[in-house]
Each structure stands twice: as C-alpha cells, then as structure tokens.
C-alpha cells in the first residue's frame, strides 16, 4: 500500500484547509486510515482515523470539533477538513493506513503500517 498526502500550506489563524490522501495498492475489509502529525521538537500526534468497515471515526483531543475525517467515494481516499485552524495546528501532517483496526492501538504510532510523505501546515497567528 502506498500513501500519498497532499493539501497544505499556509493559512491565517481561524482559517480552514482541507487535506487529502490517496491510497494505492491492496485495501482490505477492516482498512483503517488516518493523520498524525509531527511539529518540530515534538513527537508525532494523533489526529484522527477512520474504520472503512463502519466508517467511525476518531479524533484527538486537541482536534475535537474543529477537524474532520471522511472517506471519498473511492475506497482509497480519506480527507482533514481542518477548521478554526490556530498557530499550535502547525506541524508535517502524515497519512497513514493498516490492513486492521484495533481500538488499543488506533491513536497510537505503531497502529499504522504504512505512511504518506507527509503534507506541511503552517498557521500564521
């Protein structure tokens, strides 16, 4: 499975962005995708994942209510709507996918198998 993200850029605070990823390759039943991101100096985040067999979703703290995760038609695609985008929203924002989803492992790093390049978002404050 390959992964690629694509969408940042630079925004003013409060504003939005939307960023995608394109999966190619094997897909599987309990697929799930999702987006971290990394700002520097810091570890990499959860921000939110989708399960395709129900399409729940899930999202961290930080990103409740101002983010969004969906699916595209194509059983390939998953979008960030990101709202209400603040300074600390900076960061590399990655894709990432599992053949698998297992909710004691879903918001971490090592839950996810393959990885995107990765997408910059920069808030301007």
């Known amino acids: 499975v390959q992964l690629q993200a694509f969408g940042g850029g630079l925004v003013q605070a409060g504003g939005s962005l939307r960023l995608s990823c394109a999966a190619s390759?094997?897909?599987?039943?309990?697929?799930?995708m999702g987006w971290f991101r990394q700002a520097p100096g810091k570890e990499r985040e959860f921000v939110a994942a989708?399960?395709?067999?129900?399409?729940?979703?899930y999202y961290g703290d930080s990103v409740k209510g101002r983010f969004t995760i969906s699916r595209g038609n194509a059983k390939n695609t998953v979008y960030l709507q990101m709202n209400n985008l603040k300074p600390e929203d900076t960061a590399v924002y990655y894709c990432?996918?599992?053949?698998?989803?297992?909710?004691?492992?879903?918001?971490?790093?090592?839950?996810?198998?393959?990885w995107g390049q990765g997408t910059q978002l920069t808030v301007s404050s």
């Open positions: 390759g094997r897909t599987f039943s309990n697929y799930v």
């Open positions: 989708v399960r395709w067999m129900d399409n729940n979703t």
């Open positions: 990432a996918a599992d053949r698998s989803w297992h909710s004691a492992t879903a918001r971490l790093v090592r839950g996810y198998e393959y």
